[in-house]
Each structure stands twice: as C-alpha cells, then as structure tokens.
C-alpha cells in the first residue's frame, strides 16, 4: 500500500484560495491515478480530481472545474491540489487517494483527511 499524508487545510473566507499537499510513499503505479476526494457534513464522499501518474492527464468534478487544479511532483511524490474562489460549498474534508483505476471509482489507498472550511 501506499502510505499517504495530506496538509493545507484550513479555515478561510469565500473568495480565498488554499493549497491542499499529499506525500506519498511506497508503490505508484504509474498507468493510475492520484487525486482528491471530499466528503462534507451530511453528505457521501465525492470525486473532486484525479492526475495520471504517467502523463498528468487531469479529470475534475464539474462542480470544481475553472477552479480547482491538481497538479504532480515525481521528485517529491507529492500530488497537490490548488484551490480557488473557494465557496461555503466547498467545506469538507479532504481524502488523497493513491492508485485510483480508471473508472475514478476504486481506490488503493487513502489518506487521513484535512478539513477545509470555508465561511461565507
């Protein structure tokens, strides 16, 4: 399994912007992906991006597109998420996941989560 540890949640006003990190150790497959899910109060937990290890080909939900982007380090092995014009909708926690397959429906391994809030 991949061992992953997520950073740069916080609390933040509607309009800001937050930096979302995840380093990653042990095996990435590089045919899959990595990315982010949320999961907000109330709520099942949802896609938010996914990055191909290989060739940083991108997917987003729709509800983050313009906004959002996921980006890669392979030196570092660290995937992050830049988030922009943040919304009271957006408060959730924040899952890394490593090893996502194609589908963006199963997952290899999960992080702890970071909370993000974001006041309106």
């Known amino acids: 399994q991949v061992q992953l540890v997520e950073s740069g949640g916080g609390l933040v006003q509607a309009g800001d912007s937050l930096r979302l990190s995840c380093a990653a150790s042990?095996?990435?497959?590089?045919?899959?992906?990595m990315g982010w899910f949320r999961q907000a109060p109330g709520k099942e937990r949802e896609f938010v991006a996914r990055?191909?290890?290989?060739?940083?080909?991108?997917h987003y939900a729709n509800s983050v597109k313009g906004r959002f982007a996921i980006s890669r380090d392979n030196a570092k092995n660290t995937v992050y998420l830049q988030m922009n014009s943040l919304k009271a909708e957006d408060t959730a926690v924040y899952y890394c996941?490593?090893?996502?397959?194609?589908?963006?429906?199963?997952?290899?391994?999960w992080g702890q989560g970071t909370q993000v809030t974001v006041s309106s």
């Open positions: 996941a490593a090893n996502i397959d194609g589908s963006g429906r199963n997952v290899g391994s």
């Open positions: 042990g095996r990435i497959f590089s045919n899959y992906y």
């Open positions: 990055i191909r290890w290989s060739d940083s080909g991108t």
